[in-house]
């Protein structure tokens, strides 16, 4: 009811801030109010980070979080469906602004030299990030190089003022939603890249060797497809995913198929990937 209150009373929303409690990176079992989270802010902390999704458990290992924790800096879980609409209104507290950990733009508090070196990465993987992109096509509105993963290969984050994904996985499952509105609000994504993880580099590598590489494209794809998960989105086609596990475990295994036969599914995958159109969400009649 107070997370109701805050969505809808204007007029005692900074009262009733205060009795809000939610879990965090570091409060274990507990829950932590916002006044507590404010007062062990670090000194150069200027926003109160978050992060929205189904479940603790489903966050709390979340590729976003990685270099927050690396920085010591505290996330509040919001995990009550609630707490996506109630966040839209409490925009600030005691003049911290909100800041989603699941959007772009997430400010890490960089100091000046690692800004430059983040400028000298962003330069430097900047062909690959195109080749990227031309294969993901409408998938992703963009391909950039991120300092927010330390553990993982990439992400998928949404736009500031557009829906998270998990305000998109709610909207979803109304029955009854507006569907003219779904269609602006509908997440648009942007990948991210962790030029520090050995993947991204050997990817790298392959496409200077070859820019028309098919592994390295089934790569991207699959890349894509598991990032969509980790990243709290579902996946847009399930079958062509579950072929590509699927050619990644024959390859373990040494198994030998008929070639031919492999490409067919090869290019299938890819036909069934360049005609879908991800810019919105199904319309219920």
């Not at 570091?26 to 802010?41: A, F, I, Q, W």
């Not at 942007?190 to 496409?207: R, Y």
Request: proline share 2%; hydrophobic share 35%; net charge negative.
């Amino acid at each position: 009811m107070i997370k109701l209150g805050i969505h809808e009373d204007s007029k005692n929303r900074k009262k009733l801030a205060e009795f809000l409690r939610y879990h965090s990176t570091k409060s274990g079992e507990d829950r932590v109010s916002l006044k507590t989270y404010v007062e062990r802010m670090k000194e150069t902390q200027k926003v109160i980070y978050y992060i929205t999704g189904e479940s603790k458990d489903a966050v709390q290992n979340s590729p976003f979080l990685e270099a927050l924790k690396k920085r010591d800096l505290e996330v509040l879980y919001l995990v009550d469906p609630i707490d996506e609409y109630a966040i839209q209104q409490l925009k600030d507290y005691q003049g911290k602004s909100m800041a989603c950990a699941t959007k772009e733009g997430l400010d890490l508090g960089l100091s000046e030299e690692e800004k430059k070196q983040a400028e000298e990465r962003k330069a430097w993987f900047e062909d690959l990030c195109k080749k990227v992109k031309d294969i993901l096509g409408k998938k992703v509105e963009k391909v950039v190089i991120s300092d927010r993963m330390v553990g993982s290969p990439c992400s998928l984050v949404t736009g500031e003022f557009g829906w998270s994904a998990n305000m998109e996985r709610i909207m979803r499952a109304q029955a009854l939603r507006d569907s003219s509105m779904s269609t602006y609000m509908v997440a648009k994504k942007t990948m991210e890249l962790n030029p520090s993880h050995p993947i991204i580099e050997a990817l790298k590598d392959k496409f200077a060797a070859d820019a028309a590489d098919s592994a390295a494209k089934d790569l991207v794809w699959l890349l894509y497809e598991t990032s969509l998960l980790t990243s709290g989105f579902t996946l847009d086609n399930p079958g062509s995913f579950s072929n590509r596990i699927h050619r990644l475990i024959k390859l373990g295994l040494s198994i030998d198929e008929d070639s031919e036969e492999e490409e067919e599914d090869e290019k299938e995958d890819l036909k069934i990937e360049e005609e879908e159109d991800d810019g919105g969400m199904e319309d219920v009649d």
